[in-house]
Every structure is written in C-alpha cells, then in structure tokens.
C-alpha cells in the first residue's frame, strides 16, 4: 500500500501530465474567455454610474516602461468620452481597458513632444473603424495642431485607400477618416479658455510651463459637481494650483531627479554621452513628486496621481526612493499611476475611488 505522502506525489503527477496533454485545450478556452469579456458590450459607457471617470491609457514617457506606455488619459463625463494626449500604446490600452475607441468624442493635446503624440495615428484610425465615422476625429490643440495632423493625415493616405478598398465604405466610410485640427490659442491676459461648455460640461485649456516647449497646455474638466486636473508636462507652475483650487482630482507629472541621476551616471560610464545630457536638460521642465505633493496641497485637492513617470519603477520598492518625502508634503490620497489605473469621482458624491480596470 502506498504511504499518504507517496499517493499525493503520484496524483500530483498525474494531473500535471493531464494539464500538460490537455495545455492546448486550456489555452483555447481562456482565449474564449478574454474574447467574451473584449466583444461583451459596444457601449461600454452605459454601464457606468454618472460621474466623471478619469483612466490612464498611459502613465509614462519615452523610456521603456513594462507597466506605463506612453502619455495618454481617457476622461469619461457622464456618456461621453474625451482622450487627453495620445502617446505609444494609447489605443491598445484602451481596448485593454475594454473602452471601445469609437466611443471618442474628441482628443485633446497638450503639447506636441513626440511621446505625447506618436500614438495618434493608431488612435484615428481605431476610432474611424469602430465608430463607422462620417466625420474626422476632432482634435484640439494649441498652435501647430495643424501642422501635426497634416503630417499624420498624410502619413495614413495610402492606408486610407486599403482600408475602404477591403472593407468597404460601410465599414470604413471616407469621409471620416483621421483627425480635423481644432486649434485654440490661449489669451495673453488670463492664459486659459474654455473650449467646451455643454450643459453640465466644461472643459477649460490653461497654460504652463515646459519651456522651451510653447505653447504647453493642462486641462480643467468639470462635470456637475465633479472636476479633474491634468497638469500635463509642466515644471511647477502657478497655473496648475490654480486651476485645481478645489478639484476633486488632481493628475499631475512626476519626475524624480535622485532616479534619473543614476541613469546619468550609467550613460556616462558606458561613454553614451548624448543620453547622460538628456538625463541632466529634462530636470529643467518637469515637476519632482514633492513639488506636485505642494501643488496639491496647496490647492486643496482631494486626491493626487502621478503619471508620466520619470524614469521608469520596475518595482513598487522604489516607490519610497521616488516619492522623497511627496506623502508628507500631501496628506491625502496619493498614487502612483500604472496603465490600467481607473479613478470614479461619482456624481452627488465627494468619494474618490482609486481602482483598475478591468
């Protein structure tokens, strides 16, 4: 008779020789699951409570970054959708996010780094399949909005032609391929706009400063009682704090000069001598996580999330070497941003949930 001991390591055998011959049938169905969960709704806004949702399509830069792609935030008021910079990564993650791209109303940018907007033409092109679009994706932006479109617009012209000559002009309608520039400048004197006010809807440009990249933009979204911050790229800036004055959520940039300046040194001492320069001219024009902990402060804001993280946090363990002293300066809730991040400020509430999604 077999012992207890040598049973369990006879049936744990077993059934790892059955998992095994039966690997191929099992990877099957869990694709049949992820298929069922991508494809369940078209309208994936309906079954969310009214508020404001704010989601990180992306919580990175141009580094490598296993768990932030590049800059993109999908802000979600009442039954619309609005998606804010669009870098590498951003319409993936939003299909990963189970977002249905041609839900988009609009884009906005807030400057024209290439990381902000080297995802775009994937994010169009999404957008027009999955909506059957009769009309370009409106996008807005400061001056030289143009310029970018023409330049994306051009890019995809010959794609344009496959895609209506394969599918068809039901599925792929001409007429509502790429991007329209919506081009705003900001006056001199007050340095923000309103660029959409719809009922219980506003959206408002201010200005910041990322010199010598100008014009650089953040945005104010309220809805009903409900408001957002996004600081875009910006050293720190009065405008921000005043902007968030209040804010239920303020999401704003971090870049921790104590990390980067490792990064420095290692370029150096394998001679790559124009990244160790690039590591030492971005500290001039982004803002340290205690610095936006003060702008959050200041300003009174519920909530704080970082994003566009610099340089990238492969490990949760160097979070407290990021932060510095960030959760000292700001008392109340703040989080590091990571792809995926999902942040409900419900209608009629004052609550901030901090999840992912899905």
Not at 127 to 150: K, T
Not at 203 to 219: L, M, R, S
Request: some cysteine; hydrophobic content about 45%; glycine content about 10%.
């Amino acid at each position: 008779m077999k012992t207890p001991a040598r049973w369990m390591l006879a049936a744990a055998v077993a059934l790892a020789v059955l998992a095994w011959w039966q690997r191929g049938p099992i990877a099957v169905a869990l694709v049949a699951r992820q298929v069922e969960a991508l494809t369940a709704t078209a309208d994936p806004l309906a079954a969310l409570p009214d508020g404001l949702h704010v989601g990180l399509c992306g919580a990175g830069s141009p580094f490598p970054d296993e768990l932030r792609s590049g800059p993109c935030t999908v802000v979600v008021a009442g039954r619309r959708m609005f998606v804010f910079d669009s870098g590498s990564g951003s319409a993936r993650n939003l299909a990963r996010m189970r977002l249905n791209a041609g839900q988009i109303d609009a884009l906005f940018l807030t400057h024209f780094h290439s990381d902000h907007i080297d995802g775009l033409g994937e994010l169009m092109l999404q957008r027009w399949i999955q909506r059957r679009a009769d009309a370009p994706l409106p996008v807005h932006g400061p001056a030289g909005v143009e310029r970018v479109l023409a330049g994306f617009t051009e890019a995809y012209a010959i794609d344009r032609g496959y895609r209506v000559a394969h599918h068809g002009e039901g599925v792929a309608p001409p007429a509502g391929f790429g991007g329209v520039a919506q081009p705003f400048e900001l006056p001199a004197d007050s340095g923000r706009l309103v660029l959409l006010q719809d009922g219980e809807l506003e959206i408002v440009a201010f200005a910041v400063d990322h010199a010598p990249v100008k014009p650089a933009v953040g945005y104010r979204i309220r809805y009903k009682d409900r408001t957002v911050v996004l600081s875009g790229d910006t050293r720190k800036t009065p405008s921000v704090a005043r902007e968030a004055q209040g804010a239920d959520l303020l999401v704003h940039e971090a870049l921790s000069p104590l990390l980067l300046s490792m990064l420095e040194q290692g370029f150096s001492k394998a001679g790559r001598q124009p990244l160790a320069k690039i590591m030492q001219d971005v500290l001039d024009y982004h803002t340290t996580p205690e610095e936006a902990a003060e702008t959050a402060r200041d300003a009174g804001v519920k909530a704080l999330v970082l994003n566009h993280i610099v340089p990238p946090l492969p490990t949760s363990a160097l979070n407290p070497a990021f932060l510095q002293r960030a959760g000292q300066i700001y008392t109340g809730p703040l989080h590091i941003g990571t792809d995926g991040d999902w942040i409900s400020l419900l209608a009629g509430s004052t609550a901030v949930h901090i999840g992912h999604r899905p």
